[in-house]
């Protein structure tokens, strides 16, 4: 298969990624919801990065289920916060949940 040179050959989570997701058409509010959440964290970071993380986001942010994240409080936040396996960023953290609450209020 011909890849894009930005593709690190390397990196097989990133190879799946480009082979199977890159480029294609997926309106799944659930696929959306979750690479909002992905892409808020890859602000100022490489996407490479944040999809090596994507599955300790999977289990922290419980399943991208929007309905357990537009609750996340003050001690879930610590929590994500200490993570040593998710980007740790307060202020993405805190950007996450509230962009969750909008993307609730739209599918709403």
Aim: aromatic share 12%; proline share 2%; net charge negative.
């Amino acid at each position: 298969m011909k890849r894009c040179t930005w593709c690190n050959l390397n990196n097989p989570k990133y190879i799946e990624y480009h082979d199977h997701e890159w480029g294609k058409l997926n309106t799944d509010e659930e696929y959306l919801f979750e690479m909002m959440i992905l892409e808020s964290f890859q602000a100022g970071l490489s996407w490479q990065c944040v999809l090596n993380k994507r599955e300790a986001f999977k289990e922290a942010y419980e399943d991208f289920d929007i309905d357990k994240v537009i609750e996340f409080d003050e001690e879930k936040i610590e929590q994500l916060r200490n993570n040593p396996n998710i980007i740790r960023n307060k202020l993405k953290i805190k950007a996450s949940i509230s962009n969750a609450k909008i993307f609730k209020s739209i599918q709403e």
